[in-house]
């Protein structure tokens, strides 16, 4: 989807409530800084707050509009939200057009996967890892929780330099350092590990093979010493090394015996990877 907003007209609604969260500090515009006092953000300001990133980044973004390859992507990604916490929520799941191996969450419950990482993917239990850890930081409100102890966040930058190479064009080098300081300061050690620890258990209740985002992780830290691009977007935002992979075998480990004859694969799967790797390649 490659369409305009007039940033100014839909940021009226959430400055509304964010002017009275925060006691008078105005929420910039996408790509400006929010340097605003500590405050409580209510889940329906979350959701306001997700729903205004996520038209900026969709304005910005090429997505795939492919309905089988979105429909499976939507299909997996319901099938994972309705094992977490917040089910509920009005989740939405795009896979942006890029050879980018990455996949993010807005708060409110947007996630994005990149065509890069279904397409390097080997099993579908891996890009359902992938993305039951990015449910996770949702399902934990972990950038809320940023956002209240910082007072600052610029959610469409972050995403826009993970997903894309947008901050290659955004001034140079100082957008880039940005960009980098966005991505990289996100989320915790803390906010990490929880979210891997909850990908196991929303995988696990969905009924899907677990082992999928250890693996994951596991390969792509291989690919990155033998060949970083594209792979390094994904450490920006994921830091990963052999301790992340250690801490998250030895959960499932713990799975009862019973837990652990689930769905490794499926033949949808790899008919959708091979509808991607049929269209054009992105630019």
């Given at each position: 989807m490659n369409r305009s907003i007039n940033v100014d007209d839909?940021?009226?609604?959430?400055?509304?409530?964010?002017?009275?969260?925060v006691g008078g500090c105005l929420a910039a515009m996408a790509l400006a800084t929010m340097a605003c006092a500590p405050a409580k953000v209510s889940e329906t300001d979350e959701r306001e707050l997700g729903a205004y990133e996520a038209a900026y980044i969709d304005s910005a973004v090429h997505s795939i509009n492919d309905s089988a390859i979105t429909?499976?992507?939507?299909?997996?990604?319901?099938?994972?939200?309705?094992?977490?916490?917040?089910a509920s929520l009005d989740w939405h799941f795009t896979v942006v057009d890029t050879s980018l191996v990455n996949a993010m969450a807005l708060p409110g419950g947007f996630v994005y996967v990149t065509?890069?990482?279904?397409?390097?993917?080997?099993?579908?239990?891996?890009?359902?890892?992938?993305?039951?850890?990015?449910?996770?930081?949702?399902?934990?409100?972990?950038?809320?929780?940023?956002?209240?102890?910082?007072?600052?966040?610029?959610?469409?930058?972050?995403?826009?330099?993970?997903?894309?190479?947008?901050?290659?064009?955004?001034?140079?080098?100082?957008?880039?350092?940005?960009?980098?300081?966005?991505?990289?300061?996100?989320?915790?050690q803390h906010d990490?590990?929880?979210?891997?620890?909850?990908?196991?258990?929303?995988?696990?209740?969905?009924?899907?093979d677990p082992e999928g985002l250890p693996a994951f992780l596991e390969k792509v830290?291989?690919?990155?010493?033998?060949?970083?691009t594209p792979i390094d977007a994904f450490f920006a935002s994921h830091p990963t090394d052999e301790a992340r992979i250690s801490v998250l075998r030895r959960q499932i480990a713990r799975l009862p015996t019973s837990s652990r004859q689930l769905?490794?694969?499926?033949?949808?799967?790899?008919?959708?990877?091979?509808?991607l790797r049929a269209l054009p390649k992105p630019s």
């Open positions: 839909g940021m009226r609604p959430i400055r509304r409530r964010l002017l009275g969260l429909g499976y992507v939507s299909a997996l990604g319901r099938s994972l939200t309705s094992h977490s916490s917040r065509r890069g990482l279904i397409e390097q993917s080997d099993h579908a239990d891996e890009l359902a890892g992938v993305m039951a850890h990015e449910i996770g930081h949702v399902d934990r409100r972990h950038s809320i929780h940023q956002l209240e102890k910082r007072g600052k966040r610029d959610l469409a930058l972050l995403m826009l330099c993970t997903l894309t190479n947008a901050c290659r064009t955004l001034g140079g080098a100082i957008a880039v350092q940005v960009g980098a300081d966005a991505v990289t300061a996100q989320y915790s990490e590990a929880e979210a891997d620890s909850m990908a196991v258990v929303i995988t696990v209740r969905a009924g899907i830290l291989k690919q990155r010493r033998e060949e970083p769905s490794h694969d499926t033949p949808e799967f790899h008919d959708i990877q091979a509808r």
